[in-house]
């Protein structure tokens, strides 16, 4: 970039000593080259990649009966330090409960990633997560995201992993909201996400900061399940996403969105929580929308 706009002031300069012509066919020239180079850039699923993003989570669906395959489930003691464990799980839609939204910062409260988490009424959760896919040794880059740096990953996950994961062992600020999504939506996104996560172990693609990141690709998918969702600035402001969802209904209507984060908050529940078997559980405490009695049979998702 630095080496493109130099250039570029070079043959302005030029431009205005009346080197006319030959200031416009070098540009043409320098053009071309990096149209050639920008194109010779593909994606790729063969690269040394991190241990974390080293599968790619695809899956079959048979009417009700969802298999996924590479469900990430580590157990998490540093960022250098875990126990590596990929699992095959299944899933039951029709016994699909809820939808909540996670959002985690690490620093500026307008960047934040988003998770999505997918209960059932038998006590499991899995977690789908939006990310690049890095290579062993790489560190993720915002301008990096708009130059083909980085390839797009889904990955499902147990919570116990990708929550606190977050929380507990990169020292990030999570955040969880109850969802409004209905039976069928939730089921619609759910069957999204594995349709999206088989293309993109068939067909790489490329991490984009704007246009295929964690919350345009997800919002991509519910326009197509529900449409009539606009464009929003909030789309590309991650850390504001759930004052766009709660505007647009989606979120517990009987509470602020000032409450409703304040209540959400489970930075210190799940690090109290740490491995213990009802993590799920126990982040739901005080939640609105996770109050015992709306839970199926009045009972808590995980015993």
């Not at 030959?22 to 920008?38: C, G």
């Not at 009966?65 to 998490?76: E, G």
């Not at 939204?101 to 899995?126: E, K």
Request: hydrophobic share 40%; with cysteine.
């Amino acid at each position: 970039m630095i080496g493109w706009s130099v250039a570029v002031v070079a043959l302005l300069i030029l431009l205005w000593q009346g080197w006319i012509w030959q200031s416009l066919v070098i540009y043409v020239v320098m053009f071309v080259l990096l149209r050639r180079w920008w194109a010779s850039l593909k994606p790729s699923n063969d690269r040394d990649w991190a241990d974390d993003l080293a599968r790619t989570t695809h899956g079959t669906i048979q009417g009700d009966l969802v298999t996924l395959h590479n469900v990430r489930n580590f157990n998490w003691r540093t960022e250098d330090d875990y126990d590596i464990c990929w699992e095959t799980r299944e899933y039951d839609l029709s016994r699909l409960h809820s939808v909540d939204m996670t959002t985690s910062y690490w620093g500026l409260p307008a960047i934040a990633h988003v998770l999505l988490s997918f209960g059932f009424d038998n006590g499991d959760f899995v977690v789908f997560s939006v990310e690049i896919r890095k290579e062993r040794k790489e560190l993720f880059s915002e301008i990096g995201g708009f130059f083909k740096k980085f390839e797009l990953s889904i990955v499902a996950t147990d919570e116990r992993d990708a929550l606190r994961v977050r929380t507990n062992v990169r020292g990030e600020d999570a955040y969880l909201y109850h969802t409004r999504l209905t039976d069928v939506t939730a089921r619609q996104l759910f069957v999204s996400f594995v349709e999206e996560a088989n293309k993109l172990a068939t067909t790489p693609r490329f991490y984009h900061s704007i246009t295929a990141n964690c919350t345009t690709l997800v919002f991509n998918m519910l326009r197509r399940i529900i449409g009539g969702l606009p464009l929003d600035v909030r789309l590309l402001l991650s850390g504001y996403l759930p004052a766009y969802v709660q505007k647009h209904r989606g979120l517990q209507l009987d509470y602020s969105l000032k409450t409703l984060k304040q209540r959400g908050r489970i930075t210190q529940s799940a690090i109290a929580a740490d491995q213990a078997e009802d993590f799920s559980w126990r982040i739901r405490q005080g939640i609105p929308g996770w109050e015992p009695e709306t839970l199926p049979s009045g009972q808590a998702p995980i015993k």
